[in-house]
């Protein structure tokens, strides 16, 4: 019988996705019979764009991530409003979504990282393992600890994450002092083809041309370069829904092209502070012109982090919106990179973790 794995991935932007997806595609190229059930709350073009085996789609959230305005800004109210409600019910959400895993009887449960679908297993007596970069306990302490309800609704958290039988945290990744069944593993990224000629030969431009990519993690942000200045022989690669008006803007999710091609291809890349984006840089080769966050538990690390594997340099929301950072901008594209980049070490190193589960 074929092995079931059953991933439950967060919806908050694409970095839980992002993580996931080059473990998962490894473990079914190691285990071809492998059958993968993925629950998440993402519509399934999304999942398609990064899970490269078969799988069945279950469009469901599990947990809840951070309420944010924009992509630079978390409204901790809302959150903590969000976590309440939540919670307020938390024995009959965690009974249902045990009952849930009985009937689909996946061999191993595979978080990224919803603490419910941890839970869930623990009472279902299912094998699980989480990996993520953070836990959802560490975010929510940093925003909400205070609140009246933060240690119920933390311990409802902390018995999911430290139920997994290992719970594998990816370099860089966030503390996580209250968990003693952690591991650390080498970074998680997708890592692309070089095309650069073929993608301006696509775009229309010439061979010489300056390709920026711009992206914030997949979280809904308005975004407009209307301000930002003109320069020779340069072009801003944008997704198409951001309905940009400058005339040196192009779409590149126009072109049918995986992104991390597209990125791989480019000269440089805006972003905010994020795993996935910082990582697939990284192991990419792409210097990264990265914007601040007001406040983000992860962002210390992470920017400790970056500079060590590829150029990059910090601008603040502003700068961003003013577009004034061309100088900076065409110094991180005149330093040399890394060669070769840095190797996405981490996504063999979890398949040897989870495999034996799915063999026994």
Known sequence: MAPHLLASISFHGFGHIGQSAPVINALARRIPNL??????????AVLRGHFHCAF??????????????????????????????????????LAGATSQLRALQPDVVFADVPYLSLAAAAQANITSVALCSLNWAEIYKFYCAARPEAQRILAHMHSGHAAAKVFLRP????????????????????????????????????????????????I????????WPRAAGLRWLAQADWNIQHPDALAWDKLGWNFIDVLRSADAFITKPGYCSFTEAACNGVPVLYVTYEDWPEQAGLTAWLPQHVPCAAISASQFTRGEFMDTLNQLMSTPRPVPPLAASGVEEAVDNIEPYLRT
């Open 35 to 44: 059958r993968v059930t993925l629950q998440c709350g993402a519509p399934l």
């Open 171 to 218: 370099e860089p990744s966030l503390p996580m002092p209250d968990l003693s069944n952690t591991q650390t593993i080498g970074p998680l990224a997708r890592v692309g083809h070089e095309r650069r000629a073929e993608l301006r030969q696509i775009l229309g431009v010439s061979p010489a041309t300056r390709l920026v990519v711009i992206a914030l993690g997949g």
């Open 56 to 93: 069945t789609h279950l469009q469901e959230t599990m947990d809840l991530g951070v309420v944010n305005q924009g992509a630079l800004r978390v409204l901790r109210d809302d959150t903590a409003r969000l976590y309440a409600d939540f919670h307020a019910d938390w024995d009959a959400r």
């Open 220 to 227: 809904k942000t308005a975004v407009t370069l209307d301000t």
